[in-house]
């Protein structure tokens, strides 16, 4: 299981080199030279992150990204959300079925007691803290 996928990670590594950059432009070829990371990766990822209100796009020459919201207020569980849904630990299936113990499983209510401590943490986690 991870915990944070790729297209995650390279969304939060975007929008950290975007937001270092305050108010100016970035386009999609910068981003791929500075951050390695693959163009068409990146380009879903970035239409991603502007139809979902993170990132506001400007097309044609001059163009690029810019955030939609201060650093502040774009959580690590925002992006995670986005692009991975929401965080579950444990889908209690067996063999593609749920599992017929999950109302009485003991270690169904352990994990999900470490899954709200998990997502407790990772809420108070926001852009304005990575760069």
């Known amino acids: 299981m991870k915990l944070i996928t790729r297209d995650t990670d390279y969304a939060l590594r975007a929008v950290c080199f975007i937001a270092k950059k305050k108010n100016k432009k970035i386009c999609a070829s910068e981003l791929v030279e500075e ?44 992006l995670m959300e986005i692009f991975q849904g929401r965080l579950n630990l444990n889908e209690c299936t067996l063999r593609k079925m749920k599992c017929p113990n ?30």
């Open 35 to 78: 951050l390695k990371i693959p163009r068409p990766f990146l380009r879903k990822i970035l239409q991603v992150l502007n139809r979902e209100g993170i990132l506001i796009s400007y097309k044609g020459i001059g163009g690029g990204f810019i955030l939609a919201k201060q650093p502040k207020d774009i959580y690590l569980t925002d």
């Open 102 to 131: 999950v109302s009485v499983c003991p270690l169904r209510k352990k994990i999900k007691n470490i899954e709200k401590y998990v997502i407790n943490e990772l809420s108070e986690i926001n852009l304005a803290s990575f760069v």
